[in-house]
């Protein structure tokens, strides 16, 4: 079982900048990628940003060039760093967790608790 905790939600102005980490604890395996999703009032949940443990990014389009995915894999933990805020960015931000051993199959999946990002115009 993976325990994540996230933090650095908040509200900003537009234009501001905020940084979301989400750190993993308990039990997990060696390959591990991780990624943040967001889920604004009345819409599907989205993906934003995700790493995998080669440390490839990848980004919605909407976010490219103003957020950027990194992980510390010695302190277990991924962060979000989002600049240039839009109103429109405002959503919970979920962190998302997956981990599986070499060469298996199965992929165990964790999401954290949630955060609030609120923009305000």
């Known amino acids: 079982q993976v325990q994540l905790a996230e933090s650095g939600g908040g509200f900003v102005q537009a234009g501001g900048s905020l940084r979301l980490s989400c750190a993993a604890s308990?039990?997990?395996?060696?390959?591990?990628?991780m990624g943040w999703y967001r889920q604004a009032p009345g819409k599907q949940r989205e993906l934003v940003a995700a790493i995998t443990s080669g440390e490839n990014p990848n980004y919605a389009d909407s976010v490219k060039g103003r957020f950027t995915i990194t992980r510390d894999n010695a302190k277990n933990t991924v962060y979000l760093q989002m600049n240039s805020l839009a109103p429109e960015d405002t959503a919970v931000y979920y962190c998302?967790?997956?981990?599986?051993?070499?060469?298996?199959?199965?992929?165990?999946?964790?999401w954290g608790q949630g955060t609030q990002v609120t923009v305000s115009s």
């Open positions: 308990g039990r997990r395996f060696s390959i591990n990628d």
């Open positions: 998302k967790w997956e981990t599986r051993r070499p060469g298996s199959s199965i992929i165990y999946t964790y």
